[in-house]
């Protein structure tokens, strides 16, 4: 099973430079705005490394080479589950050489450095879309799914900013202060460890459900 | 004699094509043949045996065994070549070698290294470089090197050169040497059949039309050639398939010793190639 982990690096070499580019691009780019930079780098790198490793997979038709060989769909099905982690962690790393980068050449812009919060985040939007998407790319494919992966994708974004400007809205403002009230009052690893059990938990259902798709899936 | 292959009353339905219980089995240390024209169900036979479509009934025994409960042992014992490359296509033969190996427990560089040098493949080619005669060659060695008993290919030969096609034969011919192989391999194009084929299945329209040792075949059928006189309603039905024209006819009969009794001494019977048996059995009855 980690075969077709290292094999779905493998296949990405070329990307993975890319993501770092992207990166570097971000940390100029998101100049502007606080906080966020660390997490918007990481959720788009493993979003793109993971639909770029399916899509590879599409586009050679591989999935057939795959489950010719002697491992189980379970297995195949576990390797992309478990291959978040993976980009995650390779995704921060990328992040955190791009601002050392820019800092130790003394570049002359604000850099954020990733701290608990942003892994914390990250983990959670990373798995909640890819609880929802990897079902649908086992199901129909990845093709098929990249529509909807956009849209969901972009939604991503948009809701976030849709909550943000609830919050400077006085009808709605003392509720959401209510709430981050409550948040406030736990230590950020209690935060932290709630954030990535609900992550964990999404993923294993969401993982049930690709599992139950994938045994039947033809090819 | 063990069976290394054995499929009994196979079944699989989709929207516009049935594959109508099918049986067959390949003993250890020969090769079957597996023929019909394009569209007859070979691929969907080899991909059902492979696990990649799912049965609707029937059985499936690789090494005795059943293809699903013991899959992945199966495959460990087990090579593939499909008719169309499916390796990444952007990665090197060397590095698609080192992605595939890590899954065969007994994978073995040597006899990698062996082919490679054998089919004049270099290892730091991208995949997407290669001809198409060299990325078959490249799929036999990879399919080998973990030393399968029994190797599964899906039109291995199609749009090949004659001489690429022939250094093909040629392997699985080397490849049974070892008694304990077997190669079963789908094909179109007969002559590979008469080069190496000890069995030949022959499938159209979703089912078995016949699966016999190549030699049984080549001595029971015949080409029967005679005067249109011959033929009333009755005799015509020891024919296959039959083709008429103003001056006689030629017809495929399963059955030499049959066709020579009913017609004694009026007829000519010639021996059939295997693309004669196809052809007439696919086209049935035709005038001209």
Redesign the interface.
């Known amino acids: 099973m980690y ?1 077709l982990i ?2 779905d690096i ?2 990405q070499k ?1 990307s993975l430079l890319f993501a770092l580019g992207y990166c570097f691009f971000l940390v100029f780019a998101f100049q502007s705005l606080e906080g966020v930079t660390p997490i918007a780098a990481s959720t788009v790198v493993v979003y793109f490394l993971i639909q770029n490793s399916f899509a ?1 997979e599409d ?4 999935e ?2 795959i ?6 769909r379970k297995e195949i099905v576990l390797a992309k589950y478990l291959s978040i982690f993976v980009y995650i962690g390779l995704a921060i790393v990328a992040y955190m050489i791009a601002t050392l980068t820019v800092k130790v050449v003394r570049v002359p812009v604000k850099v954020e450095f990733p701290d608990l919060k942003d892994v914390t985040i990250t983990l959670l939007l990373v798995s909640l879309m890819n609880s929802i998407y990897m079902p649908i790319i086992f199901r129909i494919g990845y093709l098929k799914a990249k529509i909807f992966n956009m849209v969901m994708f972009l939604l991503f974004f948009f809701i976030p900013m849709g909550v943000a400007s609830l919050y400077e809205n006085p009808k709605y403002s003392a509720g959401i202060s209510d709430i981050t009230g409550i948040i406030s009052s736990f230590s950020d690893w209690q935060i932290a460890a709630l954030l990535a059990a609900i992550s964990l938990m999404l993923l294993f259902f969401s993982y049930s459900i690709s599992l139950g798709i994938y045994k ?1 899936r ?2 | 004699m063990e069976n290394i292959l054995e499929v009994t009353r196979l079944k699989k339905s989709f929207k516009d094509f049935t594959l109508k219980d099918i049986s067959f089995a390949l003993p250890r240390g020969y090769i079957m043949g597996f023929i019909g024209p394009n569209g007859a169900g070979k691929s969907t036979t080899i ?1 059902l045996i ?5 049965k609707d009934g029937g059985q499936i025994k690789v090494f005795d065994k059943d293809h699903i409960k013991y ?6 014992r087990i090579g ?1 070549v ?1 008719d ?1 490359n ?6 090197t033969t060397r ?1 698609m070698k ?3 190996a ?4 007994s994978w073995d560089d040597k006899t990698f290294d062996r082919y490679m040098k054998h089919f004049k493949l270099s290892t730091n080619k991208k995949i997407k470089e290669l001809s198409k005669g060299m990325k078959m060659k490249y799929s036999l060695a990879m399919a080998l090197s973990h030393n399968p008993e029994l190797l599964i290919m899906d039109e291995p030969t199609s749009g090949l050169d004659p001489i690429v096609r022939s250094e093909l034969l040629d392997i699985l011919g080397d490849l049974i040497q070892d008694e304990n192989k077997s190669v079963f391999f789908s094909t179109h194009i007969t002559s590979d059949l008469d080069k190496v084929a000890d069995f030949v299945t022959f499938i159209h329209d979703g089912s078995i039309i016949l699966s016999a040792t190549k030699d049984d075949i080549l001595d029971n059928y015949g080409i029967v050639k005679g005067g249109m006189d011959l033929l009333n309603d009755q005799t015509q039905k020891v024919f296959i398939g039959i083709r008429k024209n103003n001056y006689g006819f030629e017809g495929l009969v399963d059955d030499r010793k049959k066709a020579r009794n009913l017609f004694r001494d009026n007829i000519v019977i010639d021996k059939p190639s295997l693309e004669d048996i196809m052809v007439y059995t696919v086209r049935g009855d035709q005038h001209v």
């Not at chain 1, 489950?67 to 189980?72: A, H």
């Not at chain 2, 492979?50 to 799912?54: F, G, R, S, T, W």
């Open positions: 075969n290292i094999k493998l296949v070329k590879y586009k050679n038709k591989s057939i080479i489950n010719s060989l002697p491992i189980s039947n033809e090819f | 991909k492979m696990n990649l479509l799912k899959e992945k042992e199966i495959k460990n593939f499909y169309e499916h390796f990444y296509e952007e990665l590095e080192s992605v595939i890590p899954f065969y427990e």
